[in-house]
């Protein structure tokens, strides 16, 4: 896969996918102004010590509008982070996704039916992406027939392909801070307009739990409502996407490990995880120091922004022998594809649940099932995301 990677179109920033490690496990980008982690000792204690390691980053940047940043999990630690996870911690619970298990079988066949007699499709335009999409879009309450907006609106977000830096100037960082918040501004006034109608006619689906919600005797704002439903709206499906088309590449990519799978059924989970670990989906997290510390006995100063490599990190030689082979004998696959501590993800059941029900149903109806390697498939444009775009399978070897 390593030498493929290069004919995908994979950003070149994921070196990790060309079997180049990293010089240093952490290392200060004098171009960049920030430190880049690769370790995976090291990331997952950051990823534990939130106390040392702030989650809101958007304190480096003076440019950046609050309202943007309230109700944002992502971006919260410590009570606050708690209170407002504790939410919707409901709708995630064992219980409640195993009880989506025959919503998502039935989705699954219902968009393989369309597909059935070709002798190919894109597996992210039929399946990939409109499954989970669907499946969160109906928990929080959203019509699923505006996928195609959502889509979009995702395309949009996470179209640059720059590589992130602190050292350009005020006026441009405030510019760049613009453009972005101007691109994601069309899905939070439709999620706003939702929540409006909401307030008015509750239903029992998420959104409506969200505007009914308080926290300490109060209701969340607007900007945290909206906000956080389209974290929701988003995290909800982008990771499924990703971890759909990925397994299905690995297994491709892996003859054998495909006729293992296909004979022996209780290994999908198992090749889902080691795809997660393989292709991590969010393959970068930012973090900022709280105070003084070492990392990986490197000093790093207070305030300093730090780039946390999963993606290289799944691949630390320290931790996952033989790193760049997809395995499904590895053992302890203790990956950070869903992070670590208390923001780990909070809807990975979910995601892991709609992964091993379509994988098993996709094997069950095309059991030939091949990547069109005469249409290279196209990842994911972003540096901080590694995933398969578009990808065509031939029905029948």
């Given at each position: ?67 943007f940043s309230e109700g944002n999990l992502v971006q919260m630690d410590g009570l606050e982070h708690r209170k407002l996870r504790k939410i919707v911690s409901h ?287 196209t990842f994911m444009p972003s540096v901080q995301m590694c995933g398969v775009r578009s990808m065509t399978l031939r029905t029948r070897g």
């Amino acid at each position: 896969m390593t030498i493929l990677a290069n004919d995908w179109g994979v950003h070149e920033g994921q070196t990790w996918l060309r079997g180049r490690r990293p010089d240093k496990i952490v290392e200060f980008s004098e171009a960049r102004g920030l430190w880049n982690v690769h370790g995976y000792q090291e990331i997952l204690d950051i990823l534990q010590d939130p106390a040392t390691f702030a989650s809101d980053t958007t304190r480096m940047f003076p440019e950046f509008p609050k309202e943007f940043s309230e109700g944002n999990l992502v971006q919260m630690d410590g009570l606050e982070h708690r209170k407002l996870r504790k939410i919707v911690s409901h709708a995630f619970t064992p219980k409640v996704v195993a009880d989506l298990e025959p919503r998502i079988a039935r989705l699954t066949h219902e968009l393989l039916d369309q597909v059935q007699d070709r002798e190919s499709f894109d597996l992210v335009q039929e399946l990939a992406y409109p499954l989970p999409v669907i499946v969160i879009a109906e928990l929080l309450g959203v019509p699923a027939e505006d996928r195609d907006r959502f889509r979009e609106w995702v395309d949009l977000i996470f179209a640059d392909q720059n590589d992130f830096t602190l050292n350009e100037g005020r006026e441009e960082m405030s510019q760049q801070i613009e453009a972005s918040l101007e691109g994601i501004q069309p899905m939070l006034d439709y999620l706003g307009a939702h929540a409006a109608e909401r307030r008015k006619h509750p239903r029992e689906d998420l959104l409506t739990k969200l505007v009914q919600a308080e926290v300490d005797g109060e209701k969340l704002t607007d900007a945290a409502l909206v906000n956080f439903a389209n974290l929701l709206l988003l995290a909800g499906h982008i990771t499924t996407t990703m971890l759909l088309g990925n397994t299905t590449l690995c297994l491709d990519q892996n003859p054998a490990a495909r006729k293992q799978v296909l004979a022996d059924r209780s290994l999908v989970p198992v090749a889902i995880e080691e795809s997660l670990r393989l292709l991590t989906p969010f393959s970068l997290i930012a973090r900022v120091t709280n105070t003084e510390v070492i990392i990986g006995g490197t000093p790093v100063p207070k305030d300093q922004f730090l780039m946390l490599w999963a993606g290289a990190a799944n691949r630390d030689p320290r931790q996952f022998p033989e790193p760049d082979e997809f395995r499904l004998d590895r053992e302890n696959n203790s990956h950070l594809a869903f992070g670590k501590g208390v923001h780990f993800c909070i809807g990975a059941p979910l995601a892991r649940l709609e992964g091993r029900v379509a994988m098993n149903i996709l094997l069950d109806r095309f059991p030939e099932l091949a990547v069109d390697h005469t249409i290279p498939p196209t990842f994911m444009p972003s540096v901080q995301m590694c995933g398969v775009r578009s990808m065509t399978l031939r029905t029948r070897g």
